[in-house]
């Protein structure tokens, strides 16, 4: 969701990531012959991202007032709501790291968000801001960070197989206790590469839904693991995907802003609501 803009494409100024001409890949959600010309009709970049922030935004207002896995329907139904937001941005961050024209920058820019976010998050949901535990103990932005170092390493030709397998089992290892854990770093990196083939971005995502579902009824909520599930709900508006941006270039930025400005909200609305102090 957080991901660079600019329809520029060629090759990264790290030289040992190799990208498609933009010529070669217009998104073809068939699987058909991929130098199909883009949708003219369906949603652009802007309004899957919208609808991704809006969605976000019922979601964390309702764990606000509502906090816990609380078996109530209407408040079940508004979480499945916000869970149509983590694939979107899975989704665009595959996207990004496609178009950007500096893979080093962009990944930069990433992991500044995710510092940010992680006093964001926690502060909203009243979480220490040093780590104690294994679960949700930042926010999904670090998992999206590595998820693009992930890219990197699966497509260059510069390492070793060896260090490939062990590089990834570290980064799954670092990003396991975030929001939507290695499922968050792991999902976008195959989204990246089926790239064009929504079929196969389909199959990518129902099998680490199904990973992450299945943890979270095991170990957490049987419910809420179930609940899980309706991100796949996600692909009913990825579908209609046009592959185009719209005609508002802000709308990365406003994302970098709303992200952690709307949790630091969430959390002083915790602190005044008596729930838990300002300092998790």
Known sequence: MAFDEDKIIGTSSMSFVEKPSYFGCWLN??????????????LN??????????????????????????????????HVIGRLTAPIMWFFIAEGFHFTRDVKKYIGRLFVFAVISHFAYNFAGGIP????????????????AWSVVLMVIFTTDRLPQWAKILLII???????????STVAAMCPVYLYLNRGDFKKQSITMLIWVVIYSAVYFIFMDKVYGIIQMGTLLSL????????KRGSWKGMKWFFYIYYPAHLFVIGLLRVMMGNGSIFP
């Open 129 to 144: 801001f040093i780590p104690n535990g294994f679960f949700n103990m930042t926010s999904v932005m670090w998992s999206l």
């Open 236 to 243: 009913l508006v990825l579908k209609n995907y046009n592959g």
């Open 170 to 180: 570290v980064i799954c290892f670092i990003t396991f206790p975030s929001d939507w």
């Open 45 to 78: 970049s802007n309004q899957i991202k919208l609808i991704a922030i809006v969605a976000m935004t019922i979601d964390h207002v309702t764990w606000l007032l509502y906090p816990g896995c609380q078996k109530i329907w209407w408040v079940m139904l508004l």
């Open 29 to 42: 959600w068939g699987g058909e012959n991929t130098m199909n010309p883009l949708k003219t009709k369906g």
